[in-house]
């Protein structure tokens, strides 16, 4: 085979067959290898979009109980308009109706609520909503009166995808 530069004739149908085969057992592996590693980095860019989306919903509703601030809520996804219909939620207000048994029941879970990016309804995080839920007779604990735990479910279209139980310390109760 390393006589090819001294033969004139060229290669035997031997030698090219041997060098397609050796070439093959090379090749197939390698491409495998590549066609998994796109698999999987899609995969786990799903994955990593979730999480930021997750943490971002995190957040949003600590943010709204510590500093008694609206939750902005969003109807739901609309994919022939792009778009989320804007209004807002105060949890500290639900927080506060909980405690206090306002409506019959010391429990409130919002509507779906959409995420939307941080440039606004342009940059949509795919169809993700949440709910936020607060049960004052079962998540609150009186040796800690100033944590409240709530409830967060995530939903990507109208499947569950996580469920995270999150604790909001702040000073001053509602």
Known sequence: MFDILKNKRGM???EVVISIGVFAVIAVP?????????????????KIDLNSATAIIVE????AVKDRSNLPKYSSYNPVSNNYTGYEVSL???LGDAISGADGSHTFITEKL??????????LHRSISYTVKYDHE????????????FLIT????????????IAVWRKDSP
């Open 12 to 14: 035997t149908l031997y």
């Open 30 to 46: 390698l491409v495998m290898l590549f066609n998994n590693s796109v698999i999987m980095a899609n995969k786990n860019k799903a």
């Open 60 to 63: 949003e509703v600590k943010e």
């Open 92 to 94: 500290t207000t639900l």
């Open 114 to 123: 959409g995420l939307m990016g941080p440039n606004g309804p342009e940059e």
């Open 138 to 149: 079962n998540y609150y604990d009186p040796k800690y009166p100033d944590t409240y735990n």
């Open 154 to 165: 995530v939903f990507e279209g109208d499947k569950n995808i996580k469920n995270l139980k």
